[in-house]
């Protein structure tokens, strides 16, 4: 009897011996197929294509959807790639696009005279990729650190331009209390990300850490997706609630700037 992952093709002459395991191996025909389809396919046309009953079909396109791989149109029910299969596939871009925009960085950050980051996704987490420190003392470098999504400006607005399915997906359920600022309330959140959506740019006042507040702004690709976010921070004796909205038209400029140098 043969189980996944068994080696049934051991000592048979001609035959490479098998490793796989068998939803995995479903699981990335599918993902194959929805990447390379011509349009966005219903999981009917994914089964048949892939050689897998609809119903088996379906609970591995629900997986793939769950962790952003796919995304499932809600009025065609088409499927098509997820915001983490487009940023698995550009991972090794993003390098190369933080040196193009590097000057723009460094502007933002003389210009204000604070730290300006630029944040993209990776290994399915938002992290720094770049920094650019003010003039003047050293300043805490934060280029690899995982970003909380619901505590930070760089986090709302990645969230903010999220569609509402692939946004609960990659949320935990409990959002987590880093200060007494940080939003817990699921609907409290929401709120702040259609205020994101309507001003264009986001703002952190000590959720995360107390001492800090930012701004944050997103570059978009075609869709409407946050590619990378920029983000201008610094003490929050210097970057005072008053100073929020006038680095936050700074930084939607800079993503403006950037956004027409990519073209």
Known sequence: MQTAGSDSAQGTPGRRRSNTVQAVDRAALLLKAVATAAEPSTAWELAGRCGLNRSTAWRLLSTLEAHGLVERDPATQRYRPGYAAIQLASATDIDALARRVRPILERVA??????????????????????????????????????????????????????????????????????????????????????????GYGSCVGEYEEFSNGVSAALLDSHGRPVVILNVWGPSQRVTRQRLPTLGREALRAVHEMSAMLE
């Open 110 to 199: 003389t210009a204000t005279g604070e730290i300006a980051t630029l944040a993209a996704v990776q290994r399915f987490s938002l992290v720094y990729v770049d920094q650019a420190d003010p003039p003047g003392p050293p300043s805490p470098n934060w280029l690899g650190r995982p970003i909380p999504l619901h505590a930070t400006s760089s986090g709302k607005v990645f969230l903010a331009w999220l569609p509402d399915e692939e946004r609960r997906s990659v949320l935990p359920r409990q959002l987590e209390r880093f200060t007494p600022e940080t939003i817990t309330d699921p609907a409290e959140l929401e709120q702040v990300l259609s205020q994101i959506r309507r001003d």
